[in-house]
């Protein structure tokens, strides 16, 4: 059992309601308390109806829905909150109104009551500094919807003690949630390690590499996302989002790891916030994406030969094959012959860079993505000097066997490998900054952001020195520190380690 008796949750909006049914229905009396009396009804209603549907569906009995239901109720005044041993907030996401809470909220309840803040983005230092004793005081980061993301953030203020952390992270247990501890730190950890999937995507779109749709496909596809991070932006709401990414870029001194896109505070002025407006990076009607029409592009003759800049005989082999469905030769000389199309298969160089590098010549050349996706998923990668006619022809082979093929303007690492380089190296950030160990950071953006890989096991799964290839690449193409690489990801790849190695704290 918990060591909790009864517990106060303050504010009965979405994530309020949802942290009472979690705790109601792992056995907890619940009081729910708004300074709004019809928000505690309609919480207490959407969550009886809930429940009624998870015991309609068999999911619980009809014996547990009516002790569970029994279990939460309303608190019309806060001083009705004075028995309980734990208070959660989720109020207003506003400090003073959070201050003042929790001021009024230790003039009433017993000494060693611990008082919880679901905050996203207020440091819970700030908030407790507003307390006489600002050790019963600590973060309890929910994520949306509360009873179905299984994970929630415990975060230690600076004077949070220990016993505090302890007993929250056990509740949280106890309710089935994994308890990631995090330190006071700007973003605690999931909306920190969260900075780079978006971010990265709003820079490639921002420099005309591709379209939102085009970098949500390739994301999906190629890196096996749930969802791209422009459908998420949309989702989510582009203002949400835009705000946790400043004040994130604020909290860390402006450090350029963590700017802010240029291209979003005219999008918020005209109201493209996402689903919520009908129209954001996406248009939509009645809840629905409204797909661009297909453009369907005329059959070429493909009538040169292909060469290929690729030591991998495997992946040479599976090009070889896509291009001969095609009717397409592919050349096996050391040199393209003078004729033939040149596809090189950069990592994390822009094909201007591979191209010049190997002295091709530019207006055949071109290209080819073979590090994340190729089954899936193409992409080719043009540059201001291409032909059109053999960028066509290469369209067409490459995607003679029905996959389809994304052709993107010149960029160092294509869309995965820059994005997905962006996550690793945050990742690594987040570890060597000791926020967490490495298992609880892969463990807690699996399960809050729902990536396939946590960052470490993701640069592992693609290998480290891969990585550091690419962002090294990154570093010397826009020679900006945003790209610089963590140290982590150096040591561990200098001693041949998995990126997943812990190390000891000073
Ligand atoms: P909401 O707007 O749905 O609900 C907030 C509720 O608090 C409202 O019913 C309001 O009447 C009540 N309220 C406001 N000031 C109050 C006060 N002084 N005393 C008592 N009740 C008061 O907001 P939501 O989305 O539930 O967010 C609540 C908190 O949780 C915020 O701090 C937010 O940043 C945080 N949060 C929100 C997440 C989300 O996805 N919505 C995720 C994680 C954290």
Sequence with gaps: MTTFKQ???????????GIAQLFASAGVEVL???SRSEAIEQALMHNRESLERAAAKGKISADVLAVTLERMRAAHTLQ????????IEA???????KQKLFRELEQLVSRDAVLASNTSSLSITLIASACEHPQRVAGFHFFNPVTLMKIVEVVRGE?????VIERLSALAQH????????????GFLVNHAGRAYGPEALRILAEGIATPAQIDRILRDCLGFRMGPFELFDLVGLDISHAVMESIHDQFYQDPRYTPSSLVPARLAAGLLGRKTGQGFYRYEEGRVVEDARVELPPVAINQPFWLDCRDAAMRDKIGAVLSSAGAVLEQGEQPGSNAICLVTPLGEDASSAIARRQLPVARS?????????????????????DANVLAQARQALGADGVPVEVINDSPGFIAQRVLASIVNLGCEIAQRRIVDPATLDRAVQLALGYPHGPLGFGDQYGAM??????QALHDCYQEPRYRLSPWLRRRVQLGLPLTTAEESA
């Design 159 to 163: 004077r949070t003690a220990t016993q």
């Design 366 to 386: 071109l290209a080819l993505e073979t590090f994340a996706g190729f089954d899936r998923r193409r992409v080719l990668m043009r540059h201001p000097g291409l």
């Design 7 to 17: 517990i106060g949750v303050i504010g009965s909006g979405a994530m309020g309601r």
């Design 80 to 87: 009705e909150l004075a028995g309980c041993d734990l208070l």
């Design 175 to 186: 309710a089935g949630h994994f308890a990631a501890v995090t330190p006071d730190s700007p």
């Design 466 to 471: 891969n990585i550091q290839q690419i962002l």
């Design 32 to 34: 729910l308390h708004d």
């Design 91 to 97: 109020i207003v996401e506003n400090l003073d109104a």
